[in-house]
């Protein structure tokens, strides 16, 4: 039988081990939470994904965009990728930096850059370190609804986070989401960040989803990435899609793919389709290529006597814009005979 002294010596063990059990427990908590005790810039770090893009403010030089210092409190805040779309510099670890500016409890700004990417503030930014990405998808995932002004910068945040769960958060809101422009932003962020893994369902949004903005909006998505089947996909919808406007984007945003095929695809489409409203756009996607291939494409809708004159008048009104000598050429032709 164990004495009152042994009793009392057992029990104060026993909470010695509960109360640093709460203590472990508690900062265990405390550092895996994201904690906006104050107003202001509040940052933290990340895993992301393989090839991560450079996200950075540049300004152009020489047609080359240039990384630069990044302002937060920039309200006219814009990045891309600097030095020729380059992704993560060799060496840097696979990370990026989310920034966030808490105000009244509520975020006002959020940023997603490089962790190599410069920034100044106007206050210090609080740093709260490396993140687990559940932890911080949650917390991202939390500020998704209802949907803010913040919310194309929270699915570019989400998108770069490495991952099954991030892409999973991805796909859902572009899927599911019961309001359009987060479907399209993360449609949108899905081509931007995630191309390859998000390939089979980009092109199912292109080709299925049963809303036109949608459908247009993925085709965009898709013309924005270097996915090989690209052209396929994007003739295919100016072909075939239901709608017209759908089939008219699809013409212009072929025309800005730079393939050398899309006059030959655009010309035998024109003569196969019948709306009038994709004629003009068709014809003004001719002139949107690089330009020999506009004015020769431009000049061969002009002389094709089997399409409607409204549509080879299109096509002299377009020659007419350019500033090619050939096209002026070609112009001056017309009113000599």
């Not at 509960?18 to 472990?24: C, D, G, K, R």
């Not at 840097?92 to 009244?104: C, K, L």
């Not at 019961?178 to 960040?193: L, P, V, Y």
Request: proline residues 3%; glycine residues 2%.
């Amino acid at each position: 039988m164990m004495s009152r002294h042994s009793v009392n010596n057992s029990m104060l063990k026993t909470a010695t081990i509960l109360t640093l059990a709460w203590f472990v427990s508690v900062a265990h908590a405390e550092h895996h939470e994201l904690n906006f005790s104050n107003n202001g810039w509040h940052s933290w770090r990340v895993t992301a994904i393989d090839d991560a893009p450079n996200w950075c403010c540049g300004v152009w030089q020489n047609d080359t965009l240039v990384r630069e210092q990044c302002d937060l409190d920039n309200h006219n805040y814009a990045h891309g990728t600097p030095n020729a779309h380059a992704q993560t510099v060799a060496g840097e670890p696979n990370e990026m930096q989310i920034y966030v500016r808490m105000q009244d409890g509520k975020a006002q700004d959020i940023r997603t850059l490089s962790h190599s990417c410069r920034v100044t503030a106007e206050e210090p930014v609080r740093n709260l370190g490396k993140r687990d990405s559940s932890t911080s998808l949650a917390w991202l995932k939390s500020q998704l609804h209802p949907r803010q002004s913040t919310a194309s910068d929270v699915l570019a945040a989400i998108a770069i986070h490495a991952g099954k769960a991030a892409y999973s958060m991805l796909l859902s809101a572009a899927s599911n989401d019961d309001n359009i422009k987060t479907r399209k932003d993360a449609i949108f962020w899905m081509g931007q960040a995630r191309a390859r893994e998000s390939a089979k369902a980009l092109e199912r949004f292109v080709r299925q989803d049963p809303l036109a903005k949608i459908r247009e909006h993925a085709i965009f998505s898709v013309s924005q990435t270097n996915l090989a089947p690209r052209f396929e996909i994007i003739s295919d919808a100016g072909k075939h899609d239901a709608d017209p406007h759908v089939r008219s984007k699809a013409w212009f945003w072929l025309s800005q793919t730079e393939d050398r095929s899309a006059a030959a695809v655009i010309l035998q489409a024109l003569k196969k389709e019948k709306n009038k409203a994709v004629h003009d756009e068709a014809v003004f996607a001719l002139s949107q290529l690089p330009e020999i291939d506009a004015v020769n494409a431009l000049v061969a809708v002009s002389k094709d006597q089997t399409l409607p004159d409204s549509v080879r008048k299109r096509a002299v009104f377009w020659l007419a814009q350019s500033k090619s000598d050939q096209a002026l050429d070609y112009l001056a032709s017309i009113f000599d005979e």
